[in-house]
């Protein structure tokens, strides 16, 4: 496989764009495509096999594209579909995405609030994690149901966010000292929850997951050598010409 082929990163919508700032930072000289299913976007209120099969028909666009790894820039795709994909498609690099439940619990006396999408909370996947790592901590779950909607409607920093982040974060002000945002789209509103929460330590799962995906590359030989910054294609299933604009807008926050 030729190292210069390129990293696909997919994600229901938007909120991919979080991980990828991360990756074109640690691996500048990759090329990426990203692909949002906006069109069905946001997966986190649609039914377990809903997210399994756009999520199949996603990759599968991406693999057809010649991908040489592709990432699942969506904690509900990663929790319903990834074990799935990666027995699907043998040895393409596939990796995916997880809440930072460890490093937040790790902090001493930490009080963690966890924000995601119903099915992310819903999942095995995410009650394992949980059991893992947070049985003698103080975790509280938050199921967000309308905020990935929001963000992928161009809402990162504004009163309709703003009024509604007030609103589900009113009952933890003052009662948590860290979070972790377990969906890829809240990263673009995290000044508004410190904003609204305090002094609070903000987990994202973006850079452990750009780490993992260098070190996979690595060990496989598929780091591209070359000198020059790569290349960034974007597609989506929906708006192209909207779906481009919010995606380079947000990869600039």
Do not use: W
Not at 80 to 105: N, S
Not at 119 to 129: K, P, Q, V
Not at 159 to 172: C, H, K, Q
Request: overall charge negative; charged content about 20%.
């Amino acid at each position: 496989m030729a190292s210069n082929r390129p990293i696909a990163v997919f994600d229901s919508g938007v909120g991919g764009i979080s991980i990828l700032r991360k990756l074109t930072e640690l691996l500048p000289n990759e090329n990426y495509i990203y692909f949002g299913d906006s069109k069905n976007a946001p997966y986190g209120s649609r039914s377990h096999d809903d997210i399994r099969r756009l999520t199949f028909e996603s990759v599968d666009k991406l693999v057809s594209l010649s991908a040489k790894a592709v990432v699942i820039a969506c904690n509900t795709a990663t929790s319903v579909a990834i074990d799935g994909l990666r027995e699907h498609y043998g040895d393409l690099p596939i990796i995916g995405v997880e809440p930072a439940i460890k490093p937040a619990v790790s902090q001493s006396g930490a009080r963690v609030l966890v924000m995601a999408t119903p099915a992310t909370l819903s999942e095995e996947r995410f009650a394992a994690l949980m059991e893992r790592y947070a049985q003698n901590s103080t975790v509280h779950l938050l199921p967000c149901h309308r905020l990935a909607h929001l963000i992928e409607q161009g809402h990162t920093d504004d009163d309709v966010v703003r009024s509604y982040l007030g609103e589900i974060l009113a009952p933890y002000v003052g009662n948590v000292s860290s979070v972790v945002l377990g969906c890829t789209h809240y990263p673009f509103v995290q000044k508004s929850i410190k904003a609204i929460l305090g002094d609070v330590e903000i987990f994202d799962g973006a850079s452990g997951t750009a780490r993992e995906v260098k070190r996979r590359l690595a060990c496989l030989s598929l780091l591209n050598d070359s000198s020059t910054r790569g290349t960034l294609d974007i597609l989506t299933s929906g708006d192209a010409e909207q779906f481009e604009e919010l995606c380079r807008r947000l990869l600039e926050l």
